[in-house]
């Protein structure tokens, strides 16, 4: 059946998968949820349940609402309610951040989007509390969708690979330094137009995507705890085999253990040089064990 075709498709992807198409699932998952739901209430002309389950998810400019659902600060960056939003988003996600995950792989991901959605909604909250223009419309501001998150992973890519070099339609090779740079003055000459809160958690999240990898090319990895923190939790749920295995030959068990060790700490070692220095300074022989390591 196609339908069980797709659905096996998508756990493949999910199950397998790196974390860049991990989260656009579940951005898309969070997306026809929502847009069933309100279907379900169009239809039984009764959208009270569907607007309360959104105002309780979508990031308030009120201090005082953020209080009572402070959840909303992690929600909101997995929230969208137009096709053409979430598709634009994702495609963004999509393109920055597999070039992230070339130079500095795949755990950093999670921790860098929800460290760009926490500065996002950080400097929304703060120029709707604080800047005069903003202010009369504090209580009834509320804002949604990951492009916060996606403009960190935007100006980390850019960061840490300046040069490397995107194919535009209508315009040719461009390199990426200069895609984030005008996607981000071109918002912020928007403000005034429309969607100022939106534009303005897009600084947030490009503050934080530049300076994690200022920070991490200096050799302090501010997102680290977040790292820590979810790959304790990934351990909580990886089956435990019951089954006891008797090697008869105990050197051959340690040694593979021994390579195993080496080899990820050989990843490590590559991953922090590319990192400082960017990945052109990696020496032909390590980048050649990047690609098959990556391979296993």
Same mark, same amino acid.
């Given at each position: 059946?196609?339908?069980?075709?797709? /659905?096996?498709?998508?756990?493949?992807?999910?199950?397998?998968?790196?974390? *860049?198409?991990?989260?656009?699932?579940?951005?898309?998952?969070?997306?026809?949820?929502?847009?069933?739901?309100?279907?379900?209430?169009?239809?039984?002309?009764?959208? /009270?349940?569907?607007?309360?389950? $959104?105002?309780?998810?979508?990031?308030?400019?009120?201090?005082?609402?953020?209080?009572?659902?402070?959840?909303?600060?992690?929600?909101?960056?997995?929230?969208? /309610?137009?096709?053409?939003?979430?598709?634009?988003?994702?495609?963004?996600?999509?393109?920055? &951040?597999?070039?992230?995950?070339?130079?500095?792989? %795949?755990?950093?991901?999670?921790?860098?989007?929800?460290? &760009?959605?926490?500065?996002?909604?950080?400097?929304?909250?703060?120029?709707?509390?604080?800047?005069?223009?903003? @202010?009369?419309?504090? %209580?009834?501001?509320?804002?949604?969708?990951?492009?916060?998150?996606?403009?960190?992973?935007?100006?980390?890519?850019?960061?840490?690979?300046?040069?490397?070099?995107?194919?535009?339609?209508?315009?040719?090779?461009?390199?990426?330094?200069? *895609?984030?740079?005008?996607? $981000?003055?071109?918002?912020?000459?928007?403000?005034?137009? &429309?969607?100022?809160?939106?534009?303005?958690?897009?600084?947030?999240?490009?503050? =934080?995507?530049?300076?994690?990898?200022?920070?991490?090319?200096?050799?302090? %990895?501010?997102?680290?705890?977040? /790292?820590?923190?979810? #790959?304790?939790?990934?351990?909580?749920? @990886?089956?435990?085999?019951?089954? @006891?295995?008797?090697?008869?030959?105990?050197?051959?068990?340690?040694?593979?253990?021994?390579?195993?060790?080496?080899?990820?700490?050989?990843? #490590?070692?590559?991953?922090?040089?590319?990192?400082?220095?960017?990945?052109?300074?990696?020496?032909?022989?390590?980048? #050649?064990?990047?690609?098959?390591? =990556?391979?296993?």
């Amino acid at each position: 059946m196609l339908t069980g075709s797709i /659905t096996n498709d998508i756990k493949h992807q999910f199950r397998y998968g790196n974390m *860049v198409m991990k989260l656009i699932f579940v951005n898309l998952g969070v997306f026809l949820f929502f847009g069933i739901l309100y279907l379900i209430t169009f239809l039984f002309q009764n959208n /009270t349940f569907y607007n309360l389950l $959104l105002s309780k998810v979508e990031m308030p400019a009120s201090l005082n609402t953020l209080l009572h659902q402070p959840w909303s600060m992690f929600t909101y960056m997995f929230l969208h /309610t137009g096709f053409f939003h979430v598709l634009f988003n994702m495609l963004w996600f999509y393109w920055f &951040g597999e070039i992230f995950v070339l130079y500095l792989g %795949d755990k950093k991901i999670l921790p860098l989007y929800l460290l &760009g959605g926490i500065t996002g909604a950080v400097i929304y909250i703060l120029a709707f509390n604080f800047v005069p223009v903003f @202010k009369p419309a504090t %209580d009834v501001s509320m804002m949604l969708g990951a492009s916060a998150s996606i403009f960190a992973i935007v100006f980390a890519a850019a960061t840490l690979a300046p040069d490397y070099e995107i194919q535009l339609m209508f315009i040719g090779i461009v390199r990426i330094k200069y *895609v984030a740079v005008f996607s $981000l003055l071109l918002d912020v000459i928007n403000i005034p137009y &429309g969607n100022a809160g939106g534009y303005i958690a897009h600084v947030g999240g490009a503050l =934080s995507g530049y300076f994690y990898i200022k920070a991490l090319q200096g050799g302090f %990895d501010f997102a680290s705890p977040l /790292t820590k923190f979810f #790959d304790g939790f990934a351990n909580l749920f @990886k089956p435990k085999s019951n089954i @006891k295995v008797t090697y008869k030959n105990e050197a051959r068990k340690s040694e593979a253990t021994s390579r195993s060790k080496n080899e990820q700490q050989r990843v #490590d070692e590559i991953l922090d040089k590319i990192a400082r220095s960017g990945y052109d300074s990696l020496t032909k022989e390590e980048k #050649d064990f990047l690609f098959n390591y =990556s391979k296993k």
